[in-house]
């Protein structure tokens, strides 16, 4: 799932960060680990992903040359290993 559409946020270069700080909290209360304890292990794999996932999301709209480069690879506009000097 792409980041900005995990965290209901409008793709941007420029991310809201206080937005972006509410949006993953918010998430994070449903879906962290500790709350899926007694649930299954499929149930408790899939919340573990998506965690995993929104934690990540977190770190990368958090700082503006990871978001340029998540937005230009998702556009197919930078390969993840390609070393692009960013503005």
Do not use: W
């Not at 449903?30 to 794999?45: K, V």
């Not at 990368?60 to 230009?72: A, F, G, V």
């Amino acid at each position: 799932m792409r980041y900005f559409e995990l965290l209901d946020l409008p793709v941007r270069f420029r991310v809201d960060k206080a937005l972006l700080t509410r949006q993953y909290f918010r998430l994070q209360k449903h879906y962290h680990p500790d709350y899926f304890a007694d649930a299954d292990e499929a149930e408790q794999a899939r919340v573990m992903e998506v965690s995993s996932l929104l934690n990540k999301a977190y770190k990368t709209l958090q700082d503006p040359d990871e978001t340029i480069k998540y937005i230009l690879m998702e556009k197919g506009l930078m390969q993840e290993d390609e070393k692009y000097p960013l503005p």
